[in-house]
């Protein structure tokens, strides 16, 4: 069963994924051009963070972690996908 927290991590290490394929000259253009595209509509970190606040003080459970930015995107040549 998947977890709030690995379902957040993995939609925000997924815009990291769109953010790296998009940057890497390696890949065929049409990738990347594609990984822009869906990129341009994925939601940032601070979308996500502030539909977390949202959820907060609809529900009363708030999912993230203080350590978001360090550990989630170490992996990540190009970071986060912050817009």
């Given at each position: 069963?998947?977890?709030?927290?690995?379902?957040?991590?993995?939609?925000?290490?997924a815009g990291a994924f769109l953010k790296e394929l998009r940057k890497d000259k390696t890949v065929p253009e049409e990738i990347r051009?594609?990984?822009?595209?869906?990129?341009?509509?994925?939601?940032?970190?601070?979308?996500?963070?502030?539909?977390a606040e949202l959820e907060k003080h609809?529900?009363?459970?708030?999912?993230?972690?203080?350590?978001?930015?360090k550990g989630w995107f170490s992996s990540y040549r190009f970071g986060a996908h912050t817009g």
């Open positions: 069963m998947t977890t709030p927290d690995e379902r957040t991590r993995n939609l925000l290490q051009q594609e990984a822009h595209r869906l990129l341009r509509h994925y939601p940032t970190v601070y979308e996500v963070v502030m539909l609809t529900t009363g459970m708030f999912y993230l972690t203080p350590d978001i930015e």
